[in-house]
């Protein structure tokens, strides 16, 4: 899991600033959404996630965006901390019955301490 | 409670030989998922099994199959490899279906890295 994509979005934060990752789906039918963090060498680890009856969630240091007029999704993260350098996804699956997860491209934070 | 298992964790396999990954999900977890994860594609759906049953499957050709036992551990094959197939392979795990309308949560293991030579 150390190599997601060689033109991965990069964001490069300093240690205690907010950081901002933003997401973009395509399928307007999509029902439930779900931020992952992946850490080299590890698989994708769940952050939060989003059901689309809802604009706004919020976990420990974490809150996800749902504009569902403009298919767009934002992970905030308050005080990034340097443990929070990572790759993350946004990802869509159907709400209820099985999984097919699509994820995103993924995007890199950096934090600087 | 133990994670997300898979076995083994690297593997190198030429061009034409076939493949067998294993996948032990957390105690309890009905669903398994796998995925592929590279550079140029990012982390796409192969399929999914529930109780045995594939339930959803992913735009990936015959090559890649699966299945999964009663004990919910799962297998997927990939035969006649190809260059391209040279891939990290994600195992997830979730108790969804499991009668519990909240457990979405998927967790996922560490991955099998393989190399076709």
């Known amino acids: 899991g150390e190599s997601v994509g060689l033109h991965l979005p990069t964001l490069s934060v300093q240690e205690g600033d907010n950081s901002i990752i933003n997401c973009a789906y395509s399928n307007s039918a999509s029902d439930y959404f779900i931020w992952y963090k992946q850490e080299s060498g590890k698989g994708p680890q769940f952050i939060i996630d989003?059901?689309?009856?809802?604009d706004k969630r919020q976990g420990q240091r974490v809150t996800v965006l749902l504009n569902k007029t403009v298919k767009h999704l934002s992970l905030q993260i308050a005080a990034t901390q340097p443990g929070d350098s990572a790759v993350y996804f946004c990802a869509e699956s159907p709400l209820f019955g099985g999984f097919k997860t699509i994820f995103g491209a993924g995007t890199r934070l950096f934090v600087k301490a | 409670k133990a994670g997300v298992t898979q076995t083994p964790r690297y593997l190198i396999k030429t061009r034409g030989q076939q493949v067998t990954l294993s996948c032990s999900p957390i105690s309890g977890h009905r669903s398994v998922s796998w995925y592929q994860q590279t550079p140029g594609q990012g982390l796409q759906f192969l399929f999914e099994?529930?109780?045995?049953?594939?339930?959803n499957k992913g735009n990936f050709p015959g090559r890649f199959s699966g299945r999964q036992f009663s004990n919910s551990r799962s297998e997927m094959n990939v035969s006649t490899l190809e260059l391209g197939d040279s891939a990290l392979y994600l195992c997830?795990?979730?108790?969804?279906?499991?009668?519990?309308?909240?457990?979405?949560?998927?967790?996922f293991g560490p991955g099998t890295r393989l190399t076709v030579l």
């Open positions: 997830a795990s979730s108790l969804r279906g499991s009668g519990t309308a909240s457990h979405n949560e998927q967790f």
């Open positions: 989003i059901r689309s009856n809802m």
């Open positions: 099994y529930f109780s045995e049953t594939q339930r």
